[in-house]
């Protein structure tokens, strides 16, 4: 008996909860359109998103600082399909991103690029955050991020 493989597609769909850390975030970035981080007093580190235990010393987090909403361009990549392998009607340009006050860097779109020559690693750049009226308590409610001075 011989292993044939099999080719098939199984469709996946899941449920994501941010926990206690991630609530902070989104909380603050909802109600306020404040971008909340959180501070480990021992190693320094300001964690964006806010998590509740540290990723270097896993001492507990309970701090809270805003960060940004500027910060500074660290990489960036673009893609030409979404998530399900189609083809894209224009090429989307995503950021990562450390604002000011922070240690960490955020994944989120760079917004408006029509150029990408103008994209430079350690440019500025500004987080564009929703109105309070279409604010949902996402990562979406960032709507993404605009060079500046580009």
């Known amino acids: 008996m011989t292993n044939k ?3 098939g597609e199984i469709p996946v769909t899941n449920f994501y909860t941010a926990g206690a850390g991630g609530q902070i975030f989104f909380k603050a970035l909802k109600e306020r359109g ?5 501070r480990c007093l021992d190693c320094k580190q300001v964690y964006l998103p806010a998590r ?3 990723e270097r010393c896993f001492a507990e987090l309970s701090e809270e600082v805003t960060v940004g909403p500027a910060g500074i361009l660290r990489s960036f990549a673009c893609s030409t399909i979404d998530h399900d392998g189609r083809a894209l009607p224009n090429v989307q340009f995503w950021g990562l991103v ?3 006050g922070a240690t960490t860097v955020l994944v989120h779109r760079l917004l408006k690029v029509t ?3 103008h994209i430079k690693i ?3 750049v500004e987080a564009v955050i929703k109105p309070k009226a279409k604010r949902t308590g996402s990562i979406l409610d960032i709507e993404g991020f605009k060079l500046i001075g580009a």
């Open 5 to 7: 493989p099999f080719h």
């Open 122 to 124: 350690g440019g500025k």
């Open 52 to 54: 509740r235990f540290c």
């Open 115 to 117: 150029d990408p020559s």
């Open 34 to 38: 404040a971008l909340v981080a959180t």
């Open 98 to 100: 450390q604002l000011d």
